[in-house]
């Protein structure tokens, strides 16, 4: 046996040592620690906190005014107060988030903009039950820097018979996280719930 | 830029959890401990986040941070902290079972082979990007995985012959 063989074999024994495990901790636990300990010294600059305060402006999840906001998609574009969904030349769409007052209308306009997604709103982050997404999410989707939140989406770099699971959730009443996968059409999916270190799973979010 | 920041970090964590999670595992043995260890590392990469998000590495970068507070932690509570039959604590059931023998060997290279070990075969590094990560020479990377293949062989050929000879 070659030396590149056996170090093939020695580390393919340690990797398969190791079972196929998946980490229980929410994000927003890893979050909710980072803001804490920020507090606790006393930095000025809370970034944590600041996000999710921005983010919070930017998506208004509990403005009472949902209603007003009612969107509908529309022929080249949905142009709406809360959100806009729009086709670009090169079939990218491009969404950008100031308010979210209704999930299923957003997932029904990048529907109609041929983006095949799931929108969840709330306290929870949801993801494929089985904790396997799809690769590619990052040639799929990209986050460029800014305000307001702005998501780029290439339709036709999306597998085929794959979606994508939009989680937007709040950490105390503020929306801080924007959680986005790439999983198979009509795949399991679970939401985990803060405070409980080893929560429960949700029933997931209704499709259409 | 906070808001985009903030679901940056959040889908970094969601990609490299799980193989953090195992690469961590690997060198400290116990699934509650490596959990704990890792949530530490992603709390200070999220802290950290301007910095680590240019890393070329984020996972490396969790990783070692969990290796480094794993070191401060034993020795903080080696005396307070008495174990008994072995510093590897029985798997709470219905977690999946690991081959605790050949993991109680990988315990036991020095932290710097361990490190290698736990970049190159559970993050999937090369050994540029390795070397990179624990600013040491790429030859150097490559002398520390041979160190611990030989190791590990030589180790794991006497477990089996004593297997053998206990069976015989």
Known sequence: MSDDEATREVLGAVKAAVPDIHMHTPVQHIVAAARSRRRRRGLTRLAVSGLAVAAGLTLGLSAPDSGRNTPGAQPGGARLAAWTVRTGPGGAVTVTLRQLTNAAALQHALAEHGVPAIVHVGDSICFQSDGHPLPGLFRVVTHPPGFPIVIRIRPAAMPHGSELLFSLTRISGAVAYVGQELIRIGAPVSCLHPPSYHSGTNPPPAKG | ?168
Request: net charge positive; proline share 5%; hydrophobic share 45%.
């Open chain 2, 1 to 168: 830029m906070e808001a985009d920041s903030a679901a940056e970090f959040a889908v970094f964590y969601q990609a490299s959890r799980d193989r953090c999670l195992r690469a961590v595992l690997a060198s400290v043995g116990d699934r509650q401990l490596a959990e704990d260890l890792v949530s530490e590392g992603f709390v200070r990469a999220l802290m950290a986040w301007r910095k680590v998000r240019q890393h070329p590495a984020p996972g490396a970068w969790v990783v070692r941070t969990a290796l480094n507070t794993r070191i401060s932690w034993w020795r903080r509570h080696r005396r307070e902290v008495p174990l008994t039959g072995g510093d590897t604590p029985a798997l709470p059931s219905p977690e999946p079972v690991m081959d605790a023998a050949l993991l109680a060997e990988v315990r036991r290279l020095p932290l710097r082979q361990r490190e290698v070990i736990a970049l190159r075969v559970f993050l999937d590094l090369d050994t540029q990007t390795t070397a990179a990560v624990l600013g040491i020479a790429p030859g150097t990377v490559g002398a520390h995985l041979s160190q611990a293949v030989a190791t590990l062989r030589s180790r794991m050929s006497s477990q089996i012959s004593d297997n053998e000879e206990a069976t015989t």
